[in-house]
């Protein structure tokens, strides 16, 4: 018997019972824009306080084209999006086309991974930015642990990169998604959910790049 097939039958629990969900669903969600993603999610949407992973095999692939809408409705709430490190430059004219108010940007760029960590961290925890997003290869298991209990504390989208190799480990994130380039764009796997999973891959289609390689 398949494992889809075993799911099926009415003697088995799952995860991602509506129960279960109600335990573990943040207390704020962001919508990403793409309704089938949403549907996904926990409480339908980017989950504030929480850790999230985004993982990829290389930088560029529409990694913030998924995060256009969150950081767009975040800035427009006046609150500030920062950006740790990232391998691209943020492109100004992009991000203000999809709604995202430049005035609440910051950009933090440093070479050394435990300073962009502990820069993630601080900020997390002083609740004065509604997302961070950090770029790193090998954090530390007990980092990423200080990450999601200061995404709790300042109830802030904690979003960070990390190389594809890195679901061979344990995370304590609530959220860790996978993206993989095809011939038409960018599919979206949910590789862990807190409350559940067994979900299905959406496709993400180009949008203006929000990116430009640094010189």
Known sequence: MTLDALLQ???VWRGGETSLRARHRPAQSI??????????????????????EVLLPYHGIGELQLLLPVLAQLSQQERRILFIAPPYIPYAPALWQQGVRLSHVLLI???KSQQQLWAMEQALRAGVCGAVLGWTHTPDPR?????QLAAEAGHSAAILFRP???????????LRIELTPDVNGTTVHIRKRRGGWHTRPVALRPAPRACHAVA
Do not use: F, I, K, M
Not at 33 to 46: I, R, Y
Not at 143 to 147: I, P, S
């Open 9 to 11: 039958r009415a003697g």
């Open 164 to 174: 594809l190799r890195a679901h061979r480990h344990a995370s304590p994130a609530g």
């Open 143 to 147: 980092v990423l642990r200080r990450l």
């Open 109 to 111: 760029h440093t070479h």
């Open 31 to 52: 919508p990403t824009g793409l309704a089938p993603l949403d549907e996904q999610l926990p409480g339908g949407g980017w989950p504030l306080g929480w850790l999230s």
